[in-house]
């Protein structure tokens, strides 16, 4: 069984931190590129953060400067660090786990709710 899970959303107030993990226990973890897509309400997805397995690291303008992502192979776990919210940043927020080689594969969390208010 894929099992790909999604925690440490909620709510917080504008300026303030949250730390998103995602476990995946799919096997050759260290195989995978990791992405955090995230979906608010009428609006099209967006990927506000990736790493590859090589480590590379690649951020969507929006979140430049504010979002930190890290992998940890030996857990088999990708991070999101969010700090200096907006409420823009408030959306559903999803872990995704893409291997091309040898074949194609992507797994998909069932998202969580990142909500940024006052």
């Known amino acids: 069984q894929v099992q790909v899970v999604e925690s440490g959303g909620g709510l917080v107030q504008p300026g303030g931190s949250l730390r998103l993990s995602c476990p995946a226990s799919?096997?050759?973890?260290?195989?995978?590129?990791m992405g955090w897509p995230r979906q608010a309400p009428g609006k099209q997805r967006e990927l506000v953060a990736s790493?590859?397995?090589?480590?590379?690291?690649n951020y969507a303008d929006s979140v430049k400067c504010r979002f930190t992502i890290s992998r940890d192979n030996a857990k088999k776990s990708v991070f999101l660090q969010m700090n200096s919210l907006k409420p823009e940043d408030t959306a559903v927020y999803y872990c995704?786990?893409?291997?091309?080689?040898?074949?194609?594969?992507?797994?998909w969390g069932q998202g969580i709710q990142v909500t940024v208010s006052s």
């Open positions: 995704r786990a893409t291997r091309t080689i040898p074949l194609a594969y992507e797994y």
């Open positions: 790493i590859f397995s090589t480590g590379t690291t």
């Open positions: 799919v096997s050759s973890f260290s195989s995978y590129h």
